[in-house]
């Protein structure tokens, strides 16, 4: 179906990202999951070819567009290649700018954005602790004054980008009997005495990603690392969650609507008593329904998108996208590799990866059911 929301500059744009995902990072694909990250070399020209600075302002090596049809695209278009790299990326492209574009101060906007823009430092957020992420409001980790500084202790888990991070977007309670109202953000940078990084966690999906825990002892810190204000980290959370929720769905469907088109590929080849297994009825009806459910989907997502470009976007909207793309996505994906056969099932396949890969998407970013409870209470339901 033709896809009403792009013009011709988003069609040119999305050529340049083909282009540098062809060129730079698809040749080390596999150099990536057996690596389990993305080579700085990579960053790096992802930040030469201006891929990085979509969210961050012109003055602050970002780029002059900002709109976020340009993400969208971006985003697509990494999820073609594999769903942790459009994950990676899109954390620190698309997720922490906005905090420090939106909350930093002067001073931190020039000492952090330039180098977030060029690839040179490396973005994570971590808000999910060992004790729990679907209640933020009862993280642990805490801050506490000490004359002009704060100090750090605590711990978080399963962050994104954490092990080769120079940066990150830390959560911490600074007032213990204000519940959400206690929590502050903070920005660390990798080597502050005290702020250490686990070895990657050992995921079933998502291999490129270098997802791990991160350690904060006596971390030390003035009040130039706090980003926004004292309390206001809940907030400032729910608020960019919108932007995450909706990048989460774009590269939802993405992903999907790429290993379908492989898999479609595959049918029309392989064959299985004397015929083309997609000419079975069964497949060939199931394959309509998938190609219905993306297209269906993708339209949804496309006013997502939409909308939030001009501000519109409401967080029920980015609930309603992000946990039915999810749910789609592993709809399509378990089909694709039923259709694969055994092959499906073997770690050479991209499609069973892009399987094992989707599965998180249900429980990030937000878990499905925290989606619908966000729904269920904009419906009156308590
Ligand atoms: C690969 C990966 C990358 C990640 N990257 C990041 C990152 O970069 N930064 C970061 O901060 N976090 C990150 N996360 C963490 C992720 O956001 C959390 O795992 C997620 O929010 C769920 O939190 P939890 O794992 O503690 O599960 P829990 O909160 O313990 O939830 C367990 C189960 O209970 C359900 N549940 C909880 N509350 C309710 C409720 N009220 N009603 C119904 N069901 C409920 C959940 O839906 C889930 O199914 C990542 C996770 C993974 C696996």
Known sequence: MRRAIFTEDHDAFRDSVRQFIDRTARPRAEEMIREHSIPREVWLEAGRQG?????????????S???????????????RLSAAFSSCM????DVCPPYLVAHGTEEQKQRWL???????????IAMTEPSGGSDLAA?????????????INGSKTFITNGHSCDLAIVAAR???TAGAKGITLFVLEAGTQGFTKGEPLDKVGQDEADTCE??????????EHRLGAEGRGFILMMEHLTQERVGAAVSNVAHAAQ????????????????????????????????????????AFVDQCVLAHGEGDLTPVDAAKAKWWSAHVQGEVLDACVQLYGGYGFMNEYRVARAWRDARVTRIWAGSNEIMKEIIGRDLGLG
Do not use: M
């Not at 899109?90 to 492209?93: D, K, N, T, Y």
């Open 174 to 176: 600074t007032d213990p």
């Open 90 to 93: 899109g954390i620190h492209s």
């Open 214 to 223: 991160l350690f904060f002892t006596d971390v030390r810190v003035s009040d």
């Open 114 to 124: 330039p180098g977030i823009a060029s690839g040179e430092q490396i973005i994570a």
């Open 139 to 151: 993280l642990k980790t805490t801050a506490v004054r000490d004359g002009e500084e704060w100090v």
């Open 259 to 298: 290993i379908l088109s492989e898999t479609l590929d595959y049918v029309k080849e392989r064959k299985a008593f004397g015929q083309a297994i997609g000419a079975f009825q069964h497949n060939k009806f199931l394959l309509a329904e998938l190609v219905t459910k993306i297209d269906v989907t993708q």
């Open 51 to 63: 891929l990085l600075g979509l969210s961050i302002p012109e003055e602050y090596g970002g780029s």
């Open 65 to 79: 567009a900002q709109d976020y049809r340009f993400n969208a695209v971006l985003a697509e278009e990494q999820s």
